[in-house]
């Protein structure tokens, strides 16, 4: 970083609105898009605008191979006049936001269409693993072939070994992601989990073990990006956005992962937005596996390194409790549809700044602040991408 | 400690044969320099030319100073463990049906971190203690390469030191082609090499040699001691005769896990020396359509065993000549016929290795014997030989240059093979 390098500048003015999901299923024959056109069905169907009037769009999603958002283009018979395509996993989300952001604040488009979604064949998670990357082909899978799984096994080991950390911290984060899930009717799992339930699971990596791990399943997310104005006119309800941040390889030479890239630029994070970590009502971190959760709390600076557990064990992490995270249930209770596990944070994080009916039993009292984390793209020993976004209620 | 392998009970014939399933084999043309080199048995990463750095994973460009100068550099594998896992699930077949398994996480001394497959030996990193001052020092291993079962190269993270059964390893076992407890085919018993593969094998803990001999008639030294070994069995086995091939294959070919192709036909001089074919016939004879006929009559059997228990199928071995490589024209038709039966050897290797069998190429220099006897040392002891042979099968070596001049000599050839010939051509 050099001196001469320009601060961001504010993303005053720019509003995300009409978040929409598509609902989940463990096991869909529906391609990806399939997927994407129920998304953007959704998106035209909520905001009430024309297909036409959509000219700006991302897509994120892995299944959508050999394609890529343009092929979605014309198999949705949409022009617009700027495209982008993030197929970036857990930092699609934070990564789309910021994209269109920039794109609606200089005028290159009007409403920019930010969609996630994957498909999920019996056979698709598999065959994902296995040519994820040139590196996992080359270095990872041939080890096992146990994807994320081991090396985010690996991963949180050495987390308990640094930071004394306990399975039942990360139980913590998972059973209050639960109790969220079980007001949230598209969550995948649908019963309570107890923190004993929880420790006796099957092992899967050592230390992970069953409830550490998501659910692949199908699904989409998205939301659109415009200039507050625009919302206003179309009286549409938004959130707005106070700051954003993106890092990608961020500690290459950490012999392995125990802190992320958002602490790299978090400073920049919470100065945009004016506020310190204290002011954010609710956060919605990735949660691929629970350490990584906690790596969050840390990295984005509400306790210090290495004070994750006890962090956990001091607060309560459901909806209505004094540091809610991950409201939906999270992809641990929700399910993981691919791409859209990384804009499932934002989707829940609109619903609770714009009191959509959809969280109204799940919602945040009063939540003024929200702050959304991505983390996407394990293609070796550890995941490259960080983002967080500060999202805002607007005033009425 | 790991616990020295117990002669498996004998098999239930009810019980269906366990069908081979590969590991994950797919690998960039980059990262087949690790394979390239573990190939030979030495653990390789690319060093950047310009600034030094190591790379791993294998790159088309300098992580630090983006030179595209990355060269594979033998490499000694010091490190330190950093995190272990044990995987009790996973969606590859080969592993599902191998749990559980055990992987690391290694900061090799020389810059990367690299995944493993470790060793039961290796000790678990020291657990968190809330008092620095007492915990645990650091796990210190060392990393090697090897070839697993698809034929690819991975690392492995063994103990730092030696343990008495530490190729006993469950995982270990699974990327060499060990003697012990194996039923094991030589196909030629009567010459010195063939003895003394033979011993080593019966050293080694092989449990059944079955030990081929061409000409029943023909007493000759050495092989009276080697068949009073409790562990052989004489078989007649003559690979100019399709027959007695196949009448042999018939014989033990559901049972034989390793096979040994040492049966050679070698006599001196080039084109000019000798009138007419029948020397070169009888050298490519056995040479090369001997190796073809025993790998039609016994491959089959052997691809169908290689998941069959802990002492499946798991290797073929050819000894095949330095001479392969470039023609050595003093022994020139036998240089063209061990040329031709390396070129059948690397096709025996493609079609073995979706069955997970190893298929082991020995280009021995001249060797110490009667065919040799004109020849200044340094020549290659038989025994020599045989150990090589089997180390190249515990170690899980696929291509192996035994003694000086064939170290030498693959070392001129890699450097340009051109140069080689001209300078054979001129007399060695």
């Given at each position: 970083m050099t001196a001469a390098a320009r601060a961001r500048s504010s993303y005053e003015g720019v509003a995300v609105a009409c978040p929409v999901t598509v609902p989940y299923r463990r096991y869909s024959t529906h391609g990806a898009h399939w997927w994407i056109g129920r998304a953007m069905d959704l998106l035209v169907e909520r905001s009430g605008?024309?297909?036409?009037?959509?000219?700006?769009?991302?897509?994120?999603?892995?299944?959508?191979?050999?394609?890529?958002?343009?092929?979605?283009?014309?198999?949705?018979?949409?022009?617009?006049?700027?495209?982008?395509?993030?197929p970036t996993g857990g930092a699609s989300g934070v990564m789309a936001l910021r994209r269109a952001a920039r794109a609606v604040q200089a005028g290159d488009a009007d409403v920019v269409a930010c969609i996630a979604a994957d498909a999920n064949h019996v056979e698709s998670f598999r065959q994902m693993l296995g040519g994820f990357s040139h590196f996992a082909r080359d270095a990872s899978y041939p080890y096992g072939s146990g994807g994320p799984n081991s090396i985010f096994a690996f991963i949180t080991a050495a987390y308990m070994r640094t930071y004394g950390a306990e399975r039942a911290d990360f139980g913590r984060i998972c059973v209050a992601q639960r109790a969220n899930a079980l007001k949230n009717a598209n969550a995948l799992f649908k019963v309570p989990l107890s923190i004993e339930q929880y420790l006796d699971a099957r092992p899967i990596a050592d230390p992970i073990h069953l409830f550490d791990c998501v659910m692949p399943c199908a699904g989409g997310e998205a939301f659109l990006v415009m200039r507050q104005e625009r919302a206003k006119d179309l009286g549409l309800p938004h959130a707005l956005v106070r700051g954003a941040i993106e890092r990608h390889n961020a500690y290459a030479d950490d012999p392995v992962l125990l802190r992320g890239g958002w602490r790299v630029d978090r400073d920049d994070l919470y100065s945009q937005a004016g506020v310190a970590p204290d002011a954010i009502d609710f956060v919605q971190t990735y949660d691929d596996y629970?350490?990584?959760?906690?790596?969050?709390?840390?990295?984005?600076?509400?306790?210090?390194?290495?004070?994750?557990?006890?962090?956990?064990?001091?607060?309560?992490?459901?909806?209505?409790?004094?540091?809610?995270?991950?409201?939906?249930?999270?992809?641990?209770?929700?399910?993981?549809?691919?791409?859209?596990?990384?804009?499932?944070?934002?989707?829940?994080?609109?619903?609770?700044?714009?009191?959509?009916?959809?969280v109204a039993k799940r919602a945040v009292a009063d939540s003024m602040l929200g702050l959304v984390s991505g983390f996407g793209m394990v293609t070796y020993d550890r995941c490259l991408c960080t983002g967080a976004v500060i999202l805002a209620r607007a005033s009425s | 400690m790991t616990m020295p392998l117990m002669k498996p009970r004998r098999k239930n014939p009810v019980l269906r044969t366990r069908q081979m399933n590969l590991p994950p084999f797919a690998r960039g043309r980059t990262a087949l320099g690790m394979t390239a080199a573990a190939a030979e048995g030495r653990f390789a990463l690319q060093v950047?030319?310009?600034?030094?750095?190591?790379?791993?994973?294998?790159?088309?460009?300098?992580?630090?100073?983006?030179?595209?100068?990355?060269?594979?550099?033998?490499?000694?594998?010091?490190?330190?463990?950093?995190?272990?896992?044990?995987?009790?699930?996973?969606?590859?077949?080969f592993y599902r049906e191998r749990l559980p398994w055990r992987l690391g996480l290694v900061r090799l001394d020389v810059g990367p971190s690299v995944i493993v497959h470790l060793h039961g030996d290796v000790p678990s990193p020291p657990p968190f203690a809330a008092d620095q001052a007492k915990r645990r020092p650091a796990v210190r291993l060392h990393v090697g390469a090897r070839l697993d079962r698809a034929g690819a190269a991975v690392l492995i993270g063994f103990p730092e030191k030696e343990s008495e059964h530490m190729a006993d390893d469950k995982m270990l076992r699974e990327m060499t082609s060990d003697p012990k407890f194996r039923k094991i085919l030589v196909s030629d018993g009567k010459t010195e090499v063939g003895q003394a593969i033979v011993t080593a094998l019966v050293k080694a803990g092989a449990e059944i040699v079955?030990?081929?001999?061409?000409?029943?008639?023909?007493?000759?030294?050495?092989?009276?001691?080697?068949?009073?070994?409790?562990?052989?069995?004489?078989?007649?086995?003559?690979?100019?005769?399709?027959?007695?091939?196949?009448?042999?294959?018939?014989e033990i070919g559901g049972k034989v896990d390793i096979v040994i192709n040492n049966a050679e036909v070698h006599r001196a001089y080039g084109i000019a020396a000798r009138r007419g074919t029948d020397v070169a016939r009888a050298e490519m004879d056995i040479n090369y359509f001997g190796l073809l006929r025993l790998a039609q009559e016994i491959g089959p059997a052997l691809k169908a065993r290689s998941a069959d228990g802990a002492t499946h199928a798991a290797a073929w071995v050819n000894l095949l000549s330095i001479y392969a490589l470039s023609n050595y024209p003093p022994h020139g038709t036998f240089s063209a016929s061990k040329a031709a039966a390396h070129s059948l050897a690397q096709c025996l290797r493609a079609e073995m290795r979706p069955a997970g069998i190893r298929v082991?190429?020995?280009?021995?220099?001249?060797?110490?014997?009667?065919?040799?006897?004109?020849?200044?040392?340094?020549?290659?002891?038989?025994?020599?030989?045989?150990?090589?042979?089997?180390?190249?099968?515990?170690?899980?070596?696929?291509?192996v240059y035994p003694g000086d001049v064939a170290q030498e000599w693959v070392e001129r050839w890699r450097e340009n093979p051109k140069v080689l010939e001209r300078e054979l051509a001129a007399g060695g």
């Open positions: 605008i024309a297909k036409e009037q959509i000219d700006g769009l991302t897509v994120s999603s892995f299944s959508l191979v050999p394609d890529t958002a343009v092929g979605v283009t014309q198999h949705l018979g949409l022009s617009p006049r700027w495209l982008d395509h993030i629970p350490v990584v959760v906690m790596l969050q709390f840390e990295d984005l600076g509400f306790c210090e390194k290495g004070e994750g557990p006890a962090f956990v064990r001091a607060r309560t992490l459901t909806h209505d409790g004094d540091f809610p995270n991950n409201t939906s249930g999270g992809q641990l209770s929700a399910g993981q549809a691919g791409c859209a596990g990384g804009f499932l944070g934002l989707t829940e994080a609109i619903r609770q700044l714009t009191d959509d009916a959809d | 950047c030319q310009r600034c030094k750095a190591v790379q791993y994973p294998p790159r088309d460009a300098c992580h630090v100073c983006l030179s595209p100068e990355l060269k594979w550099t033998p490499q000694q594998g010091a490190g330190e463990l950093l995190s272990e896992t044990v995987l009790h699930h996973s969606n590859d077949p079955w030990v081929g001999h061409a000409e029943p008639w023909k007493k000759l030294p050495g092989f009276d001691d080697i068949t009073k070994l409790a562990q052989v069995t004489l078989v007649p086995l003559d690979l100019t005769n399709g027959r007695s091939v196949a009448e042999l294959a018939g082991i190429n020995v280009f021995p220099g001249p060797i110490d014997d009667e065919w040799n006897q004109n020849l200044p040392p340094p020549k290659v002891a038989p025994a020599a030989l045989a150990s090589a042979i089997v180390k190249a099968l515990t170690q899980g070596i696929e291509d």
